[in-house]
């Protein structure tokens, strides 16, 4: 009799332990989904992060193109300076190769504003997808990554604006550029007739690290033999190539 009591207070007591097991275990993964569940963001809020990235991504590409505008307008004003004529020879040279540079700038923000553009327009499609898919959450993520490249597209053109202006500005204090003869306005090392070895950095305005013939025109014994100097016919001149040249 005492040892039926036993066992059966032995099968009792591992039955308890059993469903203490199960459901602690129960509670265990219960809590871990919870966790996960917590880190995930709902389908509401990815829909939310969506519509929220991609209204960024628009703004960032309506920004973009109005620096565009306001860099292409830079640059016909550099254009439309330069065009009228410089006071001295060097006044044009300079004039000639800033108002190059507001229009390379100008093509720079103008290139930008259309990768903002294309930028928004995937946020928006991401967008949709969050609103109307099966996966929200994936496609807020889109719609984040297509908002980052929008705001680095209009960075990219806010600076080519500002690049553009002070090319432009710097093309009309070039034209008004002012002295009594040309010559004056030429470093002493162009004047063939003072010295004869050319100074490639005071020819080279627009810093390329080569002298165009536009360049070479403030050097009338360089211009005249500015073929010859050009070895390579490239129509450019080196550092290498003007070592060592002189006037003839």
Known sequence: MQQHANRSKHSFSKHAFSKRS????????????????????????SKHDAIEKAEMAAAEARAARQDAQTAQAAAQAAAATRDEGALTARGALTAEATAYDAKQSALDAQDAA?????AAE???????????????????????????????????ATDATTTAQAAASATADAVQQTGATTTQTMP????????????????????DGSVSRVEASLSPALTADFAIADRDADGRLSQRELTGWAPR
Do not use: C, H, Y
């Not at 199960?22 to 809020?45: C, D, M, N």
């Not at 259309?114 to 294309?118: E, F, G, L, N």
């Not at 898919?133 to 993520?141: D, L, V």
């Open 22 to 45: 199960l459901l602690a275990l129960a509670l265990l993964t219960a809590f871990a989904a919870g966790s996960a569940q917590a880190q995930v963001p709902s389908k509401v809020q």
């Open 122 to 156: 995937a946020a928006r499609s991401a967008q949709a997808s969050a609103v109307s898919g099966n996966n929200p959450t994936g496609a807020a993520i889109e719609a984040r990554a297509a908002m980052n490249d929008a705001m680095t597209a209009s960075s990219i």
């Open 114 to 118: 259309i990768k903002a553009r294309r």
């Open 188 to 207: 002493r090392a162009m004047d063939s007739t003072i010295e004869p070895r050319i100074d490639f950095s005071a020819l080279d305005t627009n810093r």
